[in-house]
């Protein structure tokens, strides 16, 4: 077997020298057209604001917390046993968690706000969609023409397959089993949004139901345990660890967190993983498992189609060097494997008439739209640009590296099985971007790939031997440069509103209310008391009426406010409704303890009878018109003011 040695201080040179020109580039922008094609797609970025220089330091310090673990668990890696393993493992699951939330909290003082706009903004869609399925089973049989009926409206769904819409219908079921639970949530996040009639209006289990895609950030830790696992068997304990710890600062993951692609590469791995081992073991069920990885894969986005590309070039490298002259005697595998990545989509065939054809057909005639016209080469070189800097440029560096590496030792079948890897996602990704299939949001495209990408890089250590510099140096890099990209690159808006907490308007003790009343409307609402700018007043003059309000607790619906003005009959002269503080702050923005004064201006008729007219209060909620009871000082849904105005 050949070994093959890099020098021993140029190779970490050139990564240093690499990451730092590439940080220089995010900090200078010097040209737009190292971050895209003008007028195609360009990642948009400036440097941060000084007003989140005081935001940096929890990212610093968990990245700092993050960088020493790590170098203490590799050093003593190989001399402990399973207990400090799995001690590891959970330290990198929890801070790939960590680090997504302190990462963001520089831009956004509330990351809560930010992975709330993400759930239900324009720019994703999946949760608009699947709130409103009464039926999932007849969603799911008429899905091309579901996906047709939502084109223009939101962005993802038209182009992707039902599993993402799937599982958010199931987070919106399970609420709706559980509403005291829902409820406390809904309540919860409606706080986050109070002022978005759209949101607070839903129901419990639909608000709830946005717990299942910020459950995605957690989600993103499980890829650290296949990434360890076939790191493990490819180069030992101390390469899976390296693999999974160099995956905890991929650009990616942060940029990109509460996306979907954060959670694909968890099936690749996984997919690669469980074919190895159907190779290794000569066992066929473990191919059709891989390309049942793949087909599960598959139902939540079409581009992880692109894995099988993936375990073919991994299965044709393996059985190249391993079982020479029988790349294709294997048939029963390749089968298998066919049989496995179709086994989803048959199935939602069967149970529901639609076939895999249908569905994809219909999302190329929006995906063609989305790339027509976008050019070619351009988009041929960011693709390999954008994945080496996006995934880390040390990381992507040494793929680089070892896919030069690779190919001409695998083609002299030397070498061990390390190799793999590489083999297998440069022969995947270079197929892809001959294609041409990704022309746009490279960085992110790439993302499923990037978890096998840090392996390759684990695996060069470990072929270099016992260099620890190497992997420490490249180690600090990476997280050097998540933090960079953080703070010089906007790659995922939300499109969310300035969300500010704020201080009550006034206390109980802070205003002086001319006419007290005690008036309590519903079970939080009350209506203190109220002014009267002027209680004489002519025909076309404007009557101002100043009502102060006080809610006990936080209030999940947005009330409207109505004042009437009423002759001695009871009929209506004139009125003014509006949500309070005309429109400005629902009642579902409220504080506990709050006074809010909230003026109504009611133009009297040009031909108003004159005498004395009463003054009518009440509250309604305008999707049903329903009025809010009188439950304390009064009868009813509505409150005659003591005093009255006289038209001359």
């Known amino acids: 077997m050949q070994r093959w040695q890099a020098p021993k201080s140029w190779l970490l040179l050139f990564v240093i020298l690499f990451t730092a020109l590439y940080l220089v580039i995010l900090v200078v922008r010097p040209s737009e057209a190292l971050f895209g094609v003008d007028g195609e797609w360009v990642w948009t970025g400036h440097p941060p604001s000084p007003t989140t220089y005081s935001r940096w330091w929890p990212a610093i310090l968990g990245l700092s917390i993050f960088v020493l673990g790590s170098v203490w668990f590799d050093k003593i890696w190989e001399r402990t046993g399973k207990r400090v393993h799995v001690a590891g493992l959970f330290f990198l699951m929890g801070m790939i968690v960590v680090l997504q939330v302190l990462l963001k909290f520089i831009h956004y003082r509330f990351p809560m706000e930010y992975y709330l706009y993400r759930a239900i903004g324009p720019s994703d869609g999946f949760w608009r969609v699947a709130i409103f399925i009464d039926s999932i089973h007849e969603y799911l049989r008429t899905y091309p023409e579901q996906m047709m009926a939502v084109q223009g409206i939101t962005i993802h769904p038209p182009v992707h397959p039902p599993g993402n819409i799937v599982y958010l219908w199931l987070w919106k079921w399970f609420f709706e089993g559980v509403p005291d639970l829902a409820h406390s949530l809904a309540h919860w996040l409606r706080g986050y949004a109070c002022a978005t009639w759209e949101f607070v209006t839903l129901q419990d289990a639909q608000i709830a139901a946005t717990l299942g895609q910020m459950m995605l950030v957690p989600l993103t830790s499980l890829t650290i345990l296949p990434l360890y696992s076939l790191g493990k068997k490819l180069g030992g304990a101390r390469s899976g660890w390296r693999a999974a710890t160099l995956y905890v600062v991929v650009p990616a993951v942060t940029l990109f967190t509460l996306r979907w692609d954060t959670v694909y590469p968890f099936y690749l791995i996984s997919a690669l993983y469980v074919l190895h081992y159907g190779l290794e073991h000569d066992q066929t069920i473990w191919w059709f498992v891989a390309g049942l990885i793949v087909s599960f894969a598959s139902f939540f986005s079409f581009g992880n189609l692109s894995f099988g590309l993936g375990l073919g070039f991994y299965a044709l490298g393996y059985l190249w060097l391993y079982r020479r002259g029988k790349v294709w005697q294997t048939w029963r595998g390749w089968l298998a494997m066919a049989v496995g990545g179709g086994a989803i989509w048959g199935l939602y065939q069967l149970l529901m008439g639609v076939s895999f054809g249908e569905v994809l057909s219909t999302s190329m005639q929006t995906h063609l739209e989305l790339i027509h016209g976008r050019s070619y080469w351009p988009w041929f070189f960011y693709n390999l640009y954008d994945l080496v800097t996006f995934v880390g440029v040390p990381s992507g560096f040494l793929f680089v590296?070892?896919?030069?590496?690779?190919?001409?030792?695998?083609?002299?079948?030397?070498?061990?099985?390390?190799?793999?890897?590489?083999?297998?996602?440069?022969?995947?990704?270079?197929?892809?971007?001959?294609?041409?299939?990704?022309?746009?949001?490279?960085?992110?495209?790439?993302?499923?790939?990037?978890?096998?990408?840090?392996?390759?890089?684990?695996?060069?250590?470990?072929?270099?031997?016992?260099?620890?510099?190497?992997?420490?140096?490249?180690?600090?890099?990476?997280?050097?440069?998540?933090?960079?990209?953080?703070?010089?690159?906007?790659?995922?808006?939300?499109?969310?509103?300035?969300?500010?907490?704020?201080?009550?308007?006034?206390?109980?003790?802070?205003?002086?209310?001319?006419?007290?009343?005690?008036?309590?409307?519903?079970?939080?609402?009350?209506?203190?008391?109220?002014?009267?700018?002027?209680?004489?007043?002519?025909?076309?003059?404007?009557?101002?009426?100043?009502?102060?309000?006080?809610?006990?607790?936080?209030?999940?619906?947005?009330?409207?406010?109505?004042?009437?003005?009423?002759?001695?009959?009871?009929?209506?002269?004139?009125?003014?409704?509006?949500?309070?503080?005309?429109?400005?702050?629902?009642?579902?923005?409220?504080?506990?303890?709050?006074?809010?004064?909230?003026?109504?201006?009611?133009?009297?008729?040009?031909?108003?009878?004159?005498?004395?007219?009463?003054?009518?209060?009440?509250?309604?909620?305008?999707?049903?018109?329903?009025?809010?009871?009188?439950?304390?000082?009064?009868?009813?849904?509505?409150?005659?003011?003591?005093?009255?105005?006289?038209?001359?």
């Open 401 to 648: 590296v070892e896919t030069a590496h690779a190919w001409p030792q695998l083609l002299k079948r030397r070498d061990t099985y390390v190799l793999l890897p590489v083999f297998a996602l440069s022969g995947a990704v270079l197929t892809m971007t001959i294609l041409g299939i990704v022309r746009g949001e490279a960085g992110r495209m790439w993302l499923p790939w990037m978890a096998g990408i840090s392996l390759v890089a684990a695996l060069f250590f470990h072929r270099q031997g016992n260099r620890p510099w190497y992997f420490r140096g490249c180690l600090l890099l990476m997280a050097l440069q998540t933090l960079m990209a953080t703070l010089y690159l906007r790659v995922s808006s939300p499109m969310m509103p300035a969300y500010q907490p704020r201080d009550p308007i006034y206390t109980v003790d802070e205003v002086s209310i001319e006419h007290p009343l005690n008036i309590r409307f519903g079970e939080s609402i009350t209506l203190l008391g109220y002014a009267i700018e002027s209680q004489h007043i002519t025909p076309e003059e404007e009557a101002r009426i100043t009502l102060y309000w006080e809610a006990q607790e936080r209030l999940d619906l947005p009330y409207t406010v109505f004042v009437h003005i009423l002759d001695t009959s009871g009929s209506l002269l004139a009125q003014h409704d509006s949500q309070p503080m005309d429109n400005k702050l629902p009642t579902s923005c409220w504080l506990p303890d709050e006074i809010v004064p909230d003026t109504h201006i009611i133009t009297i008729p040009v031909d108003a009878p004159p005498g004395d007219y009463s003054l009518a209060i009440g509250l309604y909620y305008l999707p049903s018109l329903e009025r809010l009871p009188i439950l304390e000082g009064g009868n009813g849904n509505i409150a005659l003011l003591p005093s009255t105005v006289e038209i001359k």
